[in-house]
């Protein structure tokens, strides 16, 4: 692991991204906002999928002046509007309370692509009403929103020209006195994904958001959005986080956590280490897994828990979790910070797992 | 993506690798070879996969004598005995006929775990009958598995211990004039596991087989293991990849093609990019994308497909794609590589995405 990436904090309503925060979890609503009880349904599965900042999309007047009664009921969960074609849309989105509003340079600046004159005045009247009322912006590039001259100047949507995108629309904001913004470069290609936001990272201090755009179905969309949002974690890169994956909200949310606890970045739950079953085990492991996954799931502390099901590696592997257990035939050893603390009955085993993971946690929470 | 680091070529049965080959795709039959039909059944299962390794797992000599007739089913398709403990059942593998047998040094080269004189004089038998045989040998290091001495001087199961592990004994190997050696180092904590593979890889020419050890269920597992063997490959490290999750073979088997497939490095099969949905979608998206991707299961080209639910970045993305389609209300408009096409209903839509797929898988075979 790099050390992390220097950035400036920018406030979103109650949270703040950037600078040596904790990088935090968003997802985006896909419920209409104006239909507001699917919209509220649908945020309360990704509150408890744990959400940190909800997103929502404002194509028409309607969605934006829905947005106070989303705000109301989000409460201190920052809101982010996301703003399509029309900047009047985000003048109505700041007015109704949002928290941040995410402008897409590539459709805000000028339906053509091109950066112009007309296209300035609407950012800037946009940027203008976010300072008066303190909130923050999120520039949003994708390889498909990149203006026209850049595509021609770099001959494609390639990492540089979003990168000079990005750059062009931070670089006026900044000249309009605006300095909270929040940048994302994404793309469906991995590779130029991860050049782009890298190039970027390297020439400025802006916070990061990070994706893989339209990753696609769970399965193969959680493996690439892993391996690319991954990469830029693991090089100290990224302050907020959204996995796009088509379907259920919970699964990406889920997704985006569990890509923060593998690099290490956040980790809000026990980790739960099984191996792989192999011909010598002596224990039924998958159960014991599954069941040990079931008792701990309420647990919310960072805890390393490793179930294996054999004495070959076992107690060497073990050892290296917070605690951990070795199956023995009929039995388990149970270890705690690579310490055997005792042989449980195999009957036991999983209660006796419990009790130590539940005795660490409250130790870790008195510390904290 | 880095070049890929150059190796030596080791055959495996009828499959080379390391190299410029391409990278493979193993995993590990869990039923005890023994039990035949249960072997059978489940290598059946792998293969149809897409496993083109299969390893097993060797504990007594029930397990060794089965291998002859694992070796009879599997026909052409490369064999791997994974020894544990004693050297002998390597050497009866090596007589039945396997292509590849794997030691784990700490496990067989003294149960002290200290490599001592009559460890080597156990690892050279092995390598002498190998040699032979004309077959490969895999170096196994693992955190678990690391010699008390290295233990000593690194302090723990260092990346540095690992490695010092691992050349140990493939200078061992290399003093007992046996080269077609693969090695693997693994580990469940993912950093140190990914640093251990780079510092071996700076210093040797041997193909290196891929893997984070107990990497626990699918969902966290598969992410775990996307992002540590997903870094390694784009760093162009990795000629051989498993991944290690508990349950059906069948799920890592497909997770190993995923991750060669987000990262490049080899795709078999279409790839299916699809927008998260947003308040936007003009067409049934989910549905859409699911029947596409039912639909082109069986194309064995590597086509990016994009399915995407409007016009506002659809057109953009869907270019981008050898094959796209972007949702219009009531009608889709269809791109191949990058050059629109034509609009088609939208009840027409999978049909006609399918037939272009079809068309250009049959104009890369034509020209393969």
Redesign the interface.
Known sequence: ?HPRHKTREVRIGTLVVGGEQPIRVQS?C????SDIDAARAEMRRMLDAGCEIVR????DAG?ADALGAIKEFLSDVPLVA?I??NHKFALTAIEQGVDKVRLNPG?IAGLSGTFDGAGRERVKAVADKARAKGIAMRVGV????VEKDLLEKHGW?TAGAMVESALRHCEFLESAGFRDVVVSIKS????QCVEAVEKFAAETDFPLHLGI?????P??????S???I??LL?EGIGDTIRV????DKAV?I??AW??L????CRVREP??????????IAID??KV??EV?ERVKDVRAPIRI?V?GCA??????AA??DVGIAGERGQGMLFRKGVFVRRVKESEMVDELEREVRALASEMTAKA
């Open positions: 692991m985006l896909v419920s209409k906002t929502v999309a404002v194509f969605d996301d399509h074609f459709n994708n390889s498909g929103s949507a469906t290609n991995l590779e755009t339209e990753a696609g179905l399965g193969y969309g959680t493996i690439k892993a391996i690319g991954g990469a693991r796009s994956l088509t379907g990406e889920q997704a569990d890509i606890k593998a690099t290490g980790e739960i280490i099984a191996c792989p079953a192999c011909g010598r492991l998958e897994v599954a996954k490793s294996l070959v590696n076992g107690p060497g592997e290296e979790a």
